[in-house]
């Protein structure tokens, strides 16, 4: 009688290939999950397709839906990737709102350590050396960056800056500190008084008032000196 062979103790060889392949394709979609390309419904679907009998991970074990929920809180604990690709965006579409504005001169959108920062120019916003805001001149920057805020839940730091020229004995105030610290806060009183249908956490925001102290060009000139004086308006990075 012809013997029986016996079957080798243990999974196919075959399955730890397959396991890697399924381990590496996880992987994949988490990525891209974490990066917002791939829409929260369709991400349900694709994952679905990991759990049951296609579900083969380490021990066997396969993804259950109350998994894939504790795997998208765990995805916002990561380092800050997404809200990054967030900021990127934000810096795009700034650009692309305030393209008339930066045309002219009367702002500048850039990108630093801090976050992205939009540059209003006081001269269009504010006579010399005062602080109450030209508010029609105003208006339309200030509908812009409600709208970038809106759906962001970075926080914002309005900060005002002057030139290095000293103010007039004249002035209602005191020093640059004083003016710059008056005119961050009519942009702030103006962003909160706009009307408008988008809603802003008040909570989010703060103002700060640097003087002549933190120049972005050359005070020795007319148009470094116009450059300098500004009212920032920074969407902070998560750790700034």
């Known amino acids: 009688m012809e013997k029986k062979q016996e079957c080798p103790k243990g999974a196919p060889a075959w399955m730890v290939s397959f396991s890697d392949m399924t381990t590496l394709l996880l992987v994949f979609f988490v990525m891209m999950l974490a990066s917002g390309e791939v829409p929260e419904q369709e991400m349900r679907i694709i994952m679905s397709a990991f759990s049951g009998t296609l579900g083969v991970l ?7 839906e109350g998994r894939f929920e504790n795997m998208g809180q ?5 380092p800050s990737a997404t809200r990054g690709k967030m900021l990127s965006k934000s810096l795009k579409r700034a650009v692309s709102v305030f393209k008339p504005q930066i045309t002219a001169r009367q702002v500048r959108v850039t990108e630093d350590e801090r976050g992205i920062v939009i540059s209003l120019l006081n001269d269009v916003l504010f006579k010399p050396a005062s602080a109450e805001l030209d508010y029609e001149a105003a208006r339309p920057m200030l509908e812009n960056i409600r709208l970038l805020l809106s759906g962001l839940d970075s926080k914002v730091r309005i900060e005002g800056h002057t030139d290095a020229t000293p ?3 004249s002035s209602a105030f005191k020093d640059n500190w004083e003016l710059s610290s008056a005119r961050a806060w009519a942009i702030l009183h103006g962003l909160l008084s706009v009307p408008s ?6 909570s989010q925001l ?8 933190r120049p972005v060009e050359n005070n ?3 148009e470094g000196r116009a450059y300098n004086r500004r009212v920032d308006i920074i969407i902070l990075r998560e750790n700034s």
């Open 220 to 222: 020795d000139t007319p």
């Open 58 to 64: 380490s021990g066997g074990h396969s993804i259950s």
């Open 74 to 78: 765990e995805i916002e604990r990561l």
């Open 167 to 169: 103010l007039e004995g």
């Open 206 to 213: 703060s103002i700060s008032g640097y003087g002549s102290t």
């Open 197 to 202: 249908q988008v809603g802003i956490d008040e």
